[in-house]
């Protein structure tokens, strides 16, 4: 057999050295590829946080621009059934007639009232009902003597 023969013993340990050296090289091979990898491997992971964090920023715009435009929506249809309204009260008969001073007051008070429970309404006078003493969205009238009863 191989092992018999003088050379065969140098054979033998030649191939197990080069099995030796092979498994080695081997490891070693692995273990560079592994630390090679490590940097990529924490470069995914940071991609992958990154891309769910964008995911839930979009998320959270989207959600943001469905209130903002609920909210609008609401704002428009709120001015334009209080436009409605006014103009439809301008159209009665009795809508140049001085208020009673006392209807007048609880008017003003209830408009105060509807301002401290909106804060973030601009509550505050028109320039044109600044002379006539108005507070708010309700305003005095001049008195019926200055007006002429025969015209609108």
Known sequence: MILASPNGWRLALGLAA??????AAGRLWE?????GAAPLLAEAAAL???AARSALEAEGARGQLAR???AARAALRLETETRARIGALNRLEDADAPLDPDRLLELRRADRGLCDAAPGLACRPAAAD???????AVRGLRPAAERDPGRP
């Open 68 to 70: 903002a435009e609920a």
């Open 48 to 50: 992958r946080a990154a």
């Open 18 to 23: 080069a099995l030796v050296l092979a498994l």
């Open 31 to 35: 273990a560079g590829r592994r630390a």
């Open 130 to 136: 600044a002379p006539a003493g108005g507070d708010g």
